[in-house]
């Protein structure tokens, strides 16, 4: 009897977990567009471009998983973000996902109730300043004027590495990112420190002559960036985990958006897994089977987004360092599909 009765609670409480579980998947499928949290604009990473159409990695995220869910890549708003405002948008459910050069961090990942889906961009914070300051490492910033952006790790960051280096340093700490740019721009500070990809991407966009500029040869953390999602709801989790693991496996597997057509014949195993042919990744989602398959047909794999948003296609030219592959020394481990 006692057993019934377990079994029966199991049930119950199994289907009422697997509803919450499923909501934002049902919300975005009944919404038929996805609600993307971006920075304000920030190129190579998430920025409009002339026409008023987003481009860059973490948009290419945002289309990866509107492609995999609904479809099609373009079903998916932009919604800017600034630092401060990130985590209330998705805590409040005004965004389905941040894709938003944003640290995975033990605080952020457990009190903040959101949890990171993955990292698509290894980077650690740095130093921007004017070429003609000549200074040429971080140890000789003593009493510089430091702009930083209000709700970033990079105000902590800086702190305990000052202290550490017994460094002295005045913080101008400013809420929006175009005025904190234009602080810096104006001289109101000697140096500007974010992520070194920030740092790249104010140096070739907002600047003027970018050459004027360096980023010091220091990064004195580390900051994986990844996409977050609320916590409680693991089948949203998987998707988006899932569809940034697909651009990444794509590009190990040697799929690319160019090819992928060719490669529905391969006779490789994980190949065929990855693009649906075989095995059920789909189902397994609470998707289609050929989720995969539109992502990199729509997207690309991850080296095709890394280069042509931020890599030697792009303004910022940033190599792939910490962002290759394993096999090529770098840290991207996509996770098998099987
Ligand atoms: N990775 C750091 C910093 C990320 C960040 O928010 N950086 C600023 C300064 S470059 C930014 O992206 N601003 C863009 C905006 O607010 O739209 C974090 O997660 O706190």
Redesign the pocket.
């Known amino acids: 009897m006692k057993k019934i009765f377990i079994r029966l609670f199991a049930a119950i409480f199994g289907m009422a977990c697997t509803a919450a579980f499923a909501q934002t998947l049902d919300a975005v499928k009944k919404r038929d567009y996805l609600q993307c949290g971006l920075?304000?604009?920030?190129a190579g990473f998430s920025a409009p471009d002339d026409k008023g159409r987003w481009q860059g990695l973490d948009v290419d995220l945002c289309r990866a998983v509107a492609a995999a869910v609904l479809g099609d890549a373009e079903k998916y708003k932009a919604i800017p973000l600034?630092?401060q405002q990130r985590f209330t948008a998705l805590q409040s459910g005004e965004i389905d996902v941040l894709a938003r050069?944003?640290?995975v961090t033990q605080q952020r990942d457990t009190a903040l109730g959101v949890i990171h889906a993955g990292i698509n961009f290894y980077d650690g914070q740095g130093f921007l300043l004017p070429r003609a300051s000549g200074v040429s490492s971080a140890k000789e910033l003593d009493g510089a004027t430091i702009c930083l952006?209000t709700g970033?790790?990079?105000e902590n960051t800086l702190a305990d590495w000052a202290r550490a280096n017994g460094i002295q340093y005045k913080p101008v700490v400013i809420e929006q990112?175009n005025e904190a740019v234009s602080a810096f721009a104006a001289g109101r500070c000697d140096v500007f420190s974010?992520?070194a990809s920030?740092l790249a991407a104010i140096r070739a966009s907002r600047l003027g002559n970018p050459d004027d500029y360096v980023v010091l040869p220091e990064l004195i953390s580390k900051?994986p960036?990844g996409p977050f999602v609320r916590q409680g709801d693991d089948a949203w989790l998987n998707i988006v985990k899932w569809s940034l693991i697909a651009m990444m496996l794509a590009e190990e597997l040697g799929v690319s958006s160019a090819n992928v057509d060719d490669q529905l014949k391969s006779p490789s195993p994980a190949i065929q897994r990855l693009l649906g042919v075989t095995g059920n990744a789909g189902k397994n989602l609470g998707l289609d089977e050929q989720w995969a398959y539109r992502i990199v047909k729509q997207v690309g794999n991850y080296a095709e987004s890394f280069e042509r948003n931020v890599g030697q296609s792009s303004p910022l030219k940033i190599e792939r360092g910490m962002n290759a592959l394993w096999r090529d020394g770098g840290l991207m481990y996509p996770l098998p599909i099987r």
Do not use: A, V, Y
């Open positions: 920075t304000t604009g920030f600034n630092s050069n944003t640290s952006q970033t790790s990079n990112f974010t992520d920030g900051e960036l």
